[in-house]
Nanobody, 125 residues
């Protein structure tokens, strides 16, 4: 099992930036694709971004492509995944979660496990 903990959320004005972090511990973190999902009020959890175990492949939802950048640090025992969010919009307001991909497509919610508690991002207009 991998334990993950998200941080970095907060309140920001539209057009601003935030950097989310996901700290991981437990089984071999560097072996897994990691993903970010979000859940807005009244909506289901949706895919935001994912990064392969090596960091060589990245994936984005169309709604965040060009504004968000995912990265990871497997070295120096940091075991972390980051989500740099620029040009934030009010519709980006949501709880953001990271998780470990266990199976299936990288955009498929059901293929992820070891979810964190999430971090709140609020973008004001």
């Amino acid at each position: 099992q991998v334990q993950v903990a998200e941080s970095g959320g907060g309140l920001v004005q539209a057009g601003g930036s935030l950097r989310l972090s996901c700290a991981a511990s437990g089984r071999t973190f560097s072996s897994y694709t990691m993903g970010w999902f979000r859940r807005a009020p009244g909506k289901e959890r949706e895919f935001v971004s994912a990064i392969s175990w090596s960091g060589g492949s990245t994936y984005y939802a169309d709604s965040v492509k060009g504004r968000f950048t995912i990265s990871r640090d497997n070295a120096n025992a940091k075991n972390a995944v980051y989500l740099q969010m620029n040009s934030l919009r009010p519709e980006d307001t949501a709880f953001y979660y990271c998780a470990v991909q266990m199976m299936g497509g990288v955009r498929v919610l059901e293929g992820y496990d070891d979810w964190g508690q999430g971090t709140q991002v609020t973008v004001s207009s």
